[in-house]
């Protein structure tokens, strides 16, 4: 990893048609051992339609001059940054948004999907009628909570590995391809994955740091340093949006850039009545800050039922507020019987009102498109 205090790193972006274990990344490397204090590694970006490779030289770059990697074969484009998140960096446009495919579902800055479920999985029953509700409204993503750091330890901290063999078992039975699931110890990676695999390996995960852990920089090199599952990292409720990234850096800096960036809200009595703080006016500058897809979780962020006098609820009026915006992802609470509902109840939606949610966010997707569109054309594209 890059030292501390230390910036100015280099990235060399090898042309599109370049093999990973070919002579020009071989070449590449030779030349970056020429200076001493300086690490090359090399970085596979998956895009949906090409692969990219970056070489990324860290450490006492200072006395690297950039002309003598640009004149290399294979060398598309080599760039200086000094943001001190790299990896997940735009660094002003010079490196594009890549994002990656898990478990056959696309996730980047151009994606929208909706990961509606449970808060926390309480019952088998309650999972079951949430899948098939899921599967009812064409929905291949879910969230499912069974690990649950939660405020006070007299509260229900979440089933555990245990109802793990029946969420997998009934997300494969629903065609659920992916579900959202917090972790917030290291050993949980490990019984989601020998879970995962003594079901037949029906569904995928995407593990979810809360933002309680937005800091727990061990956590945070654990989850980076496993490919396997892709990272939800939901941004720090009292800390910037600048210390949150610098966090989620932890996580690719390890290896792991498969990453969705989430924000839900911070906590500040200046956003009551609701829970927190509404922060998807963020949406647009973390996708120009950074090169991943963003989420948005309206639940956690609003955490009640409120309904304005046009008749809409709080959280749709959030949720189309994120999505107006270009939020990829929508990490949203429902449950079948909100009254017994052991964890944010009050904040869950009912089943009932899936449909609607969905109509509703591809009405706001068809209008950020619209005004994508619009934005285009007055730039003359
Ligand atoms: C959650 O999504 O279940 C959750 C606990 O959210 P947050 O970490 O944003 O509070
Ligand atoms: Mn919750």
């Known amino acids: 990893m890059g030292k501390q205090g230390e910036s100015n790193e280099v990235i060399i972006i090898l042309r599109p048609d370049v093999d990973p274990s070919g002579p020009e990344i071989k070449q590449v490397l030779r030349q970056a051992e020429q200076y001493p204090g300086v690490e090359a590694r090399v970085h596979e970006v998956r895009g949906e339609t090409r692969s990219l ?108 590995k245990e109802c793990l063999p029946y ?89 792991n850039r498969n990453i969705v960036f989430c924000l839900r809200g911070v906590k500040i009595h200046l956003g009551d009545p609701h829970r927190n703080l509404v922060d998807f006016a963020h949406v647009p500058v973390l996708k120009r800050l950074t090169r991943m897809p963003v989420c948005i979780d309206p639940s956690h962020s609003v955490g009640r039922r409120d309904r304005a006098p046009d008749g809409i609820l709080d959280i749709f009026h959030v949720t189309a507020q994120g999505l107006i915006a270009g939020a990829n992802m929508v990490l949203v609470d429902f449950h079948p019987a909100p009254e017994k509902a052991l964890c944010d109840g009050p904040q869950a939606l009912l089943l009932e009102e899936l449909g609607t949610f969905l109509e509703d966010a591809a009405i706001v997707r068809q209008a950020y498109e619209r005004r994508k569109a619009l934005a285009l054309a007055q730039a003359g594209k």
């Open 53 to 160: 490779v970056e070489v990324y030289l860290i450490g006492r770059t200072a006395g690297v001059p950039r002309e003598v990697f640009e004149e290399m074969p294979g060398v598309e484009r080599v760039v200086r940054v000094s943001q001190k998140y790299r990896i997940i960096g735009r660094h002003e446009g010079q490196v594009e948004a890549v994002g990656f495919t898990y478990n056959g579902v696309r996730f980047d800055q151009e994606a929208s999907h909706v990961f509606a479920g449970l808060c926390a999985v309480d019952t088998k029953e309650h999972v079951e009628k949430m899948m098939r509700a899921c599967q009812r409204a064409g929905l291949v993503t879910t969230r499912m909570g069974a690990y649950k750091p939660r405020t006070s330890p007299y509260d229900f901290q979440g089933l555990g």
């Open 167 to 255: 969420v997998f078992e009934l997300a494969g039975k629903y065609g659920i391809r992916v579900i959202a699931m917090e972790i917030t110890h290291e050993d949980h990676i490990d019984e989601i994955r020998s879970a995962l695999r003594d079901a037949g390996n029906p569904t995928g995960v995407m593990l979810q740091i809360g933002t309680r852990n937005a800091q727990n920089f061990e956590l945070l090199k654990v989850v980076g340093q496993q490919r396997e599952f892709p990272v939800l990292y939901k941004r720090g409720m009292g800390i910037t949006l600048e210390e949150s990234l610098n966090a989620c850096e932890y996580v690719a800096s390890e290896g």
